[in-house]
């Protein structure tokens, strides 16, 4: 009795084990991997970095303020003689000291915008890191869902390569029956047998591969027990065949990374140049500070001197020359042609690449459509031999070539289904649209 009770526990713990991770569906995998991921958190922290440097402080928009303080002292020996006299007096190892503190405050107020110009930068630099960012969860999200359905794929596979080692069986037996009556031939018997054993290989061999696939997901997932076992409830690579091009196209443009950034290395040829201008301007700047200085003497007339005050002033310049300063102009207008060029060349290249996945993705669309009757026609074709195969109509060469039929069918049907849905993943991250698959 108690042995049931335990057997009854270790099968519902085992259940619940099971249950509590079936449910890993592509949307639970991406949140764990954008989470927990060690690519994402680094530039996550290189965003942030970006961020944390956009401000006024650093574009030197704002004054700074120093704190100093210091002390000297002098240890003298002299030696005098007067003239009118003659009377020499000496004094040795006397000691003058000197104390100092003060505050002193040094403001840019004006350098030809070439602050703001900084400002402006380091807020773009910014937005630059927030790009990268996603960027970065984007190609995550397209190799983890990539890796997601190469899983299913690879499972099918498992699951077709059983299905032929059952075929591959069920021949070896009934050839074996009829070996021993006389109505096969000992080679018929062996080739059955050679036959199932390579069925049996693949099998074993996909097995490997479906351990694979585990073990990638489990370190895009930043999974430190890389063996774990992933429990995935989709047992089909469901294939959306609805994706229209003209709103692909249209989101492409809008929000398409690549565009983004280069549409930013152009504002930010744009601000280069600005700068260099700036130098076209007088600069003024700000000085104040007070401080407070302490004298003592020890055979001085004055035993001890303080002075402490205010002190002010304003700096106003202009550069005459400068002779690099046309050269530079000119080169950042070179630079702002050069990144509009490769702006419009970024622009051709992800067109041709969207119009070259469309393609693909519509012509396996019509593959995919095309292998699903082929199936049929195949798993026809099987039982009849198989039928036949029974009422020794048929020679075991025959039925094997009827068996690879239907095998070759169900894998080009799954390479169909697994290529339509990788030229879905990547149209949906070209058009910006991949994040869609964390509302799923």
């Not at 239907?406 to 290529?419: G, S």
């Amino acid at each position: 009795m108690n042995k049931k009770i335990y057997i009854s526990l270790l099968a519902l713990f085992s259940s619940l084990s099971i249950f509590s991770q079936q449910h890993c569906s592509l949307k639970k995998c991406l949140e764990i991997g954008l989470e927990k991921n060690y690519s994402i958190r680094i530039v996550k922290n290189d965003e942030q970095a970006s961020a944390n440097t956009a401000n006024a402080a650093y574009a030197g928009l704002l004054p700074t303020v120093d704190l100093s303080a210091g002390y000297g002292a002098d240890i003298t020996s002299s030696k005098s003689t007067a003239r009118a006299s003659g009377e020499t007096k000496s004094s040795y190892n006397y000691l003058d000291q000197d104390y100092r503190a003060g505050v002193q405050l040094n403001w840019t107020v004006f350098d030809g915008f070439g602050l703001w110009t900084n400002y402006k930068q380091l807020k773009l630099m910014k937005e630059q890191g927030m790009l990268q960012t996603r960027i970065s969860i984007e190609d995550f999200m397209a190799e983890m869902a990539s890796e997601y359905y190469n899983f299913i794929q690879q499972k099918i596979r498992l699951k077709n390569f059983r299905y032929a080692v059952k075929l591959s069986k069920e021949r070896m037996r009934i050839v074996e029956e009829r070996y021993n009556i006389g109505n096969f031939s000992k080679l018929d018997y062996q080739q059955a047998k050679v036959d199932f054993n390579a069925d049996s290989a693949k099998y074993m061999k996909q097995q490997e591969t479906l351990k694979s696939s585990v073990i990638r997901l489990n370190e895009l997932m930043a999974n430190a027990q890389v063996n774990d076992k992933i429990f995935i409830p989709d047992t089909i690579i469901d294939v959306d065949v609805s994706l229209n091009y003209n709103q692909l196209e249209s989101n492409m443009l809008m929000n398409n990374t690549d565009l983004l950034r280069s549409d930013q290395s152009s504002s930010m040829a744009q601000l280069d140049l600005k700068k260099v201008l700036s130098r076209n301007y007088p600069y003024v700047k700000l000085n104040a500070g007070y401080n407070l200085n302490r004298y003592k003497y020890e055979i001085a007339a004055n035993k001890k001197v303080d002075n402490w005050g205010l002190s002010t002033g304003v700096t106003v310049g202009f550069n005459i020359f400068d002779g690099k300063r046309a050269a530079d102009r000119k080169n950042a207008r070179l630079k702002i042609e050069s990144k509009k060029l490769e702006r419009e060349d970024v622009e051709l290249s992800i067109r041709a690449n969207f119009n070259n996945l469309w393609q693909a993705y519509r012509n396996n669309i019509e593959v995919l459509y095309l292998e699903r009757q082929n199936v049929i026609a195949a798993q026809e074709n099987y039982d009849i031999a198989h039928e036949r195969y029974l009422l020794g109509d048929l020679s075991g060469f025959e039925m094997r070539e009827a068996q690879k039929s239907l095998l070759d069918a169900e894998e080009r049907i799954l390479a169909a289904e697994y290529n339509t849905k990788m030229c879905e993943i990547s149209l949906m991250q070209i058009s910006g649209n991949i994040m869609s698959y964390l509302k799923n």
